[in-house]
């Protein structure tokens, strides 16, 4: 074997372990290696991404050409610059904007030096990561606080129902009857709420092997179902995702409660036959979730093209009885996150106008 195809296949390994975006290139663009990092911002696998010119993926080349070319030929050791990724797999698909760094890469003795390491800073990459590990710590004190205070509600709940029912067998005049009637009827309602609380901590895990994309086509084939009409619901699927193991029915719940929440804001473009929905299936190495490190994860993206969630609760939206839609409940989100949690996963959302996309994450071993 060549050294060029050692490099190829095993030279760069511990570039995987970088939290930043990295490419080994030629002074062409073309691209040697692109580590874990750089595969997770394009959403695409790693194949894909060496087989395309690095150069490709920005959108003004100028400056990058002229200064791979000068590293490589040792006019200078490095050069950083601000650029912009031409596509990502974020929803609204907008430039990512990132911070350039190039550098010599040494050459073993008696080989010219023909390539160089670029590695990509997202902008506001830190404040990312701020802000997942602060939704994650408060979505755990959320959890605590909604099953305590369920508990709590849920005690009186059945005395209440118990005396209105008592008061309307020693009842005559219709009108108090009615009053029994509409109390019980809201005890229930909220015995309801309640439960649908309780349900991911209740019921005991059945775990087993899971297949990311008959989740996936089982959601799909609900929500169809439902939306026969107007709504198209398409699959990107990366078919060497392995199985992993985890509570089928609870994940096909976390799932089939994002799409149909994507599927319930989609109204207008569902009644003009331009509904969108997207599922995507991604593997993504070296992920951080929870502060934990993990080695191999999947993500799952459901994407749509509704009008967004409103700006003021986006911040909230997995909080229970959160909701930016008129008789929403706000609990279907704040369930898929519990439920994906119990799986050592976490959900995360983008939103702009025209275009959201609700991230689920999970580790692979």
């Excluded at 040494?106 to 902008?123: K, M, P, Q, Y």
């Excluded at 209740?202 to 709504?231: F, K, S, T, W």
Aim: with cysteine; charged share 25%; proline share 4%.
């Amino acid at each position: 074997m060549t050294d060029e195809a050692t490099d190829k296949n095993g030279g760069f390994e511990a570039l995987d372990m970088l939290a930043t975006m990295v490419a080994v290139v030629r002074v062409d663009g073309e691209c040697l290696f692109a580590n874990a990092a750089f595969e997770n911002v394009l959403g695409l696998p790693r194949r894909t991404v060496q087989k395309r010119n690095l150069f490709d993926w920005f959108l003004d080349t100028g400056i990058l050409r002229e200064t791979v070319a000068a590293v490589a030929g040792n006019a200078y050791a490095s050069s950083r610059f601000d650029a912009q990724l031409r596509w990502s797999a974020r929803a609204h698909e907008e430039p990512l904007p990132v911070r350039v760094i190039v550098s010599q890469r040494f050459a073993e003795e008696g080989r010219e030096n023909d390539s160089v390491v670029v590695e990509l800073i997202e902008n506001g990459q830190q404040s990312k990561q701020d802000r997942e590990e602060r939704n994650l710590d408060q979505v755990q004190a959320t959890k605590e606080l909604t099953r305590n205070l369920a508990h709590e509600i849920k005690n009186p709940l059945g005395g209440i129902r118990g005396a209105a029912q008592l008061l309307a067998m020693e009842l005559t005049e219709p009108e108090l009857l009615e009053c029994t009637h509409v109390i019980v009827h809201e005890v229930d309602r909220l015995q309801t709420l309640v439960d649908r609380l309780l349900a991911p901590h209740r019921r005991a895990q059945q775990v087993g092997d899971v297949n990311i994309h008959e989740i996936c086509e089982r959601v799909r084939a609900v929500v169809q179902a439902e939306y026969p009409r107007g709504l198209v619901v398409e699959r990107d699927y990366d078919a060497s995702l392995p199985d992993f193991r985890g509570d089928r029915e609870q994940l096909i719940q976390a799932v089939l409660n994002i799409v149909q929440n994507a599927a319930q804001a989609l109204g207008p473009q569902i009644a003009e036959g331009t509904a969108e929905i997207l599922l995507r299936t991604r593997v993504a190495r070296q992920v951080t979730i929870g502060k934990q490190r993990w080695r191999l994860a999947l993500e799952l993206l459901v994407e749509d093209n509704g009008p967004g969630v409103p700006a003021d609760i986006q911040d909230r939206i997995f909080y229970p009885l959160v909701s930016g839609r008129e008789g929403g409940t706000g609990l279907g989100l704040t369930l898929s996150q519990t439920i994906v949690q119990q799986h050592q996963g976490m959900i995360d959302c983008e939103s702009v106008p025209g275009a959201t996309s609700f991230r689920i994450t999970l580790p692979l071993p």
